[in-house]
Structures are given as C-alpha cells and as structure tokens.
C-alpha cells in the first residue's frame, strides 16, 4: 500500500497528540483556569475553542492556494500552532497571574492548528480508503485513548501530590514537549496534494449544491450548539463546586480511557454493519444521559452519579466519534477540503455562539443554592446542566428526521442494541 508508512506514523502522531491535548481539557484546565482565576465567560470561550476554531478552517483551501503544498501548510501550522504552548509555561515559571497569558497561546493554538486539521482530514480522505476507514480510525482512536489514560493518570498524580503551581509547570512542559514532537511526526507524512488547484475564498461553498452535505451543515450548527453550552462547565463543576479530589478523577478518568478503547474497537468493526448514522445517532440517545445525571450532582451523591456517567460516556461517545467523523466523509466529495472547511466554519460558528451564551448563564446563575438543612442539593450548575439537556434531546429529535440517503435500511434502537449483545451483525443497514 502506497501510504502505509503515513498511516502507521498516524497512529503514533493521534497517541502523542492526546498526550498534550489533554492538558487543554478537563480537571487540568478547570485547575489552570482556577490558578488564573478565569471569569464564566473567559473560561467559557477559551474551552470552548477547540471547536469555535474550526470556523476558520474554512480558510484553509484559500490558504492551500498561495502556499501550494498540502505538507508544507499543516507542517508549517503544525509547528506555529503547537509551540504556542511555551507563552504559558513561561508565565507559570515567572508566576505571571494575568488571563492574557492564557488566551493567547490557547487562541494561538486553536486557530493556527485548525488549518492543520482541516487539510490533515482531506489528506487522510484520499489516503484511507471508504472501506478501511472504520477499522482504521477505530484502531486509531483506540491508541489514542489508550494515550489519553495514560495522561489522565499521570496528571491526577502530579496535581494530587504537587504544589499546584509547580504541577501545572509540569504538565505543561510535558505537553508542550509532547505537542513539538507531533508536529515533527507530521513532517514526515507523505501527503497528497488536491485534485483541485484553483481555489477562491468563496468556492468552498460550492459544497452547498450537495443535499446530503446540506442537512449534515444543519445537524452540525445544532449539536456543536448544544454541546458547547455547557460543555466547559462539567470539569468546572468537578474541581471548582464539589471539589472532587485529584485522585478520584484520575481513576474516573483512567476507566472512561479503558473503556473507551474497548468500544473503539467494537464500534470500528460494526460501523460498516450499522452505517454512520445508524451508529451515531445510537450514540446520541446514548449521551443525553450525561447532562441528566450532571442536573442531579451534588456533593453527596457525585461519585456513583460519575461512576454511572463514566461509563455511558465512554460507550456513547466512541460511537459518536467515530460514525460522525465517518459520515462526514461520506457525504463528502472532492476535493474534500471545500466540505471540511464549510463544515468547520458552521461548526465553528455554532461553538462560539453557544460558549458565549453559556458562559453568561453560568456567570448568571453560578451563586444560585438550593439547601435542605445544612445539605445543599442544586446549584446553579444543576440548573445549566438541564438546559443542556433540553438542548441536547432537541437536536437528537432533529437528527432521526434528516435523510442523508448514505444508508439502506434505519435500524430501531432496539435491534441495535440485541445485536450489539449478542453480536449478531446479520445484515447491514448501511
């Protein structure tokens, strides 16, 4: 196989990758943020970026016109985007406490690096065949997720046990380490470039004559909306109000890891069985559970509730990972750049709206308490949580409506679910 070495460089690259990024992500960054002492709003944002940045992938083809070589440009913005993470070791080392030295590596990185990613998904397009590319990314993220416990529990280990200071200063000269090392990795690709070589700012939006493409771009606006309301605020929630020992969310962390990796592998193998969307939206029903239990948490009962939430979040959101990753693909043409920069840019724009809107409703009612003698049993975290919820239930009942015509049969959660248990995969229902 022409890119054999490519794929294989891949894997290990996605494994360092988590490695770093996980500092960005989680109980690291609510305590980065706590050391800083971010408002609702910058947190907000700055979480909320990873995903608010892809609006500017919608950029990359233009940018891939003047520069001319798809390796050149995700190298390049590899290397710029990744290094960005030295601004804010340097203010921990020099014990600078102002949020600027916060936003502007986290921006840096968010939006540099969203050119690489949106030219590394069009790459991996031509590279990765239709029929290899679930088991393919299934074996990928697996590693990754298997990086990613390692990280979990390496961080938890040296926030528990070191000043917090001196254990963000570790953290991130690891990450940054990390993140150099992934780009590095990157440069030694072998990437082909586009059929397509006249680009304009505005042609992606050519993409816009698929129908397919089109009801997928509306799916994209409502679920990054509904995700990205609170989805800053969960790991907040653990470390800031219930205060939920280091330790603890390591372990949490390391199981969701595990078990993560394990349904990568099921759900890499039984995708081509199911179809993108009949998997993904299995994984939607699944993950509404998470803000539901999320509305429920207090500081009496968070650990079974996590111990539930664990679980169903790891199943649900491998599936949804995967098969959206993959759906996205399908419904693509070529060149796929004009697709996955015009899907970023909606995606992007859905992600900033609502981390604006929801840092505003968490700063509005983060002093909110509800007591019951001297146990206090809702906060005004409890209260965002349920309307991400309501949020969430709303775009899954927009989902099951949409026909992307990339299927043969719709299969009922509950053949889904028999086949899934007793691993019956029978006819496809692409």
């Not at 502007?104 to 397009?125: D, Q």
């Not at 298997?146 to 200071?165: C, E, H, W």
């Not at 015509?405 to 889904?416: A, I, L, S």
């Given at each position: 196989?022409?890119?054999?070495?490519?794929?294989?460089?891949?894997?290990?690259?996605?494994?360092?990758?988590?490695?770093?990024?996980?500092?960005?992500?989680?109980?690291?960054?609510?305590?980065?943020?706590?050391?800083?002492?971010?408002?609702?709003?910058?947190?907000?944002?700055?979480?909320?970026?990873?995903?608010?940045?892809?609006?500017?992938?919608?950029?990359?083809?233009?940018?891939?016109?003047?520069?001319?070589?798809?390796?050149?440009?995700?190298?390049?913005?590899?290397?710029?985007?990744?290094?960005?993470?030295?601004?804010?070791?340097?203010?921990?080392?020099?014990?600078?406490?102002?949020?600027?030295?916060?936003?502007?590596?986290?921006?840096?990185?968010?939006?540099?690096?969203?050119?690489?990613?949106?030219?590394?998904?069009?790459?991996?397009?031509?590279?990765?065949?239709?029929?290899?590319?679930?088991?393919?990314?299934?074996?990928?993220?697996?590693?990754?997720?298997?990086?990613?416990?390692?990280?979990?529990?390496?961080?938890?280990?040296?926030?528990?046990?070191?000043?917090?200071?001196?254990?963000?200063?570790?953290?991130?000269?690891?990450?940054?380490?990390?993140?150099?090392?992934?780009?590095?990795?990157?440069?030694?690709?072998?990437?082909?470039?586009?059929?397509?070589?006249?680009?304009s700012l505005l042609l992606p939006l050519e993409s816009l004559k698929n129908s397919e493409f089109k009801k997928m771009l509306i799916f994209a606006f409502f679920w990054n909306f509904a995700?990205?309301?609170?989805?800053?605020?969960?790991?907040?929630?653990?470390?800031?109000?219930?205060?939920?020992?280091?330790?603890?969310?390591?372990?949490?962390?390391?199981?969701?890891?595990?078990?993560?990796?394990?349904?990568?592998?099921?759900?890499?193998?039984?995708?081509?069985?199911?179809?993108?969307?009949?998997?993904?939206?299995?994984?939607?029903?699944?993950?509404?559970?998470?803000?539901?239990?999320?509305?429920?948490?207090?500081?009496?009962?968070?650990?079974?509730?996590?111990?539930?939430?664990?679980?169903?979040?790891?199943?649900?959101?491998?599936?949804?990972?995967?098969?959206?990753?993959?759906?996205?693909?399908?419904?693509?043409?070529?060149?796929?750049?004009?697709?996955?920069?015009?899907?970023?840019?909606?995606?992007?724009?859905?992600?900033?709206?609502?981390?604006?809107?929801?840092?505003?409703?968490?700063?509005?009612?983060?002093?909110?308490?509800?007591?019951?003698?001297?146990?206090?049993?809702?906060?005004?975290?409890?209260?965002?949580?349920?309307?991400?919820?309501?949020?969430?239930?709303?775009?899954?009942?927009?989902?099951?409506?949409?026909?992307?015509?990339?299927?043969?049969?719709?299969?009922?959660?509950?053949?889904?679910?028999?086949?899934?248990?007793?691993?019956?995969?029978?006819?496809?229902?692409?």
């Open positions: 196989m022409k890119y054999t070495k490519t794929m294989k460089l891949s894997i290990l690259e996605g494994a360092i990758y988590t490695l770093a990024f996980n500092a960005t992500q989680g109980f690291v960054f609510s305590t980065l943020a706590l050391y800083f002492q971010l408002s609702p709003v910058t947190l907000s944002i700055l979480a909320a970026l990873p995903a608010t940045s892809q609006l500017f992938q919608f950029f990359a083809p233009t940018l891939y016109r003047f520069n001319g070589s798809r390796k050149k440009l995700i190298t390049t913005t590899a290397y710029i985007g990744r290094s960005a993470f030295l601004i804010l070791l340097f203010a921990l080392v020099f014990d600078i406490k102002q949020e600027l030295f916060v936003a502007i590596p986290i921006i840096v990185f968010n939006f540099v690096n969203s050119f690489t990613g949106a030219l590394w998904t069009a790459s991996m397009r031509s590279i990765i065949s239709e029929d290899l590319r679930g088991k393919y990314f299934g074996f990928r993220n697996t590693m990754a997720s298997v990086a990613g416990t390692l990280s979990f529990l390496i961080n938890s280990f040296i926030l528990k046990f070191a000043p917090q200071r001196i254990g963000l200063i570790i953290i991130y000269t690891l990450s940054s380490s990390f993140f150099l090392l992934t780009a590095y990795l990157l440069a030694k690709h072998e990437i082909p470039e586009s059929s397509v070589k006249d680009y995700i990205q309301f609170a989805g800053p605020f969960f790991s907040y929630f653990e470390v800031a109000y219930l205060k939920i020992d280091y330790a603890i969310l390591g372990v949490l962390s390391v199981v969701n890891s595990i078990l993560a990796s394990l349904f990568y592998i099921l759900f890499g193998k039984i995708s081509t069985h199911f179809g993108n969307k009949n998997t993904l939206r299995f994984g939607l029903s699944i993950v509404l559970c998470i803000p539901f239990l999320y509305s429920m948490m207090n500081q009496q009962n968070y650990l079974y509730l996590l111990m539930i939430d664990i679980v169903i979040a790891a199943f649900g959101w491998t599936a949804i990972n995967l098969s959206y990753f993959n759906l996205l693909l399908q419904v693509a043409r070529e060149p796929a750049e004009f697709y996955v920069s015009t899907h970023a840019l909606v995606a992007g724009i859905a992600s900033l709206i609502a981390s604006y809107l929801g840092g505003l409703t968490a700063d509005a009612l983060k002093d909110i308490q509800i007591s019951i003698g001297n146990l206090e049993i809702i906060s005004g975290y409890n209260f965002l949580f349920f309307i991400a919820l309501l949020l969430r239930i709303s775009v899954y009942i927009l989902f099951i409506k949409l026909d992307f015509g990339n299927y043969t049969r719709k299969m009922t959660f509950r053949e889904m679910s028999y086949r899934l248990l007793t691993r019956n995969f029978g006819e496809r229902g692409l």
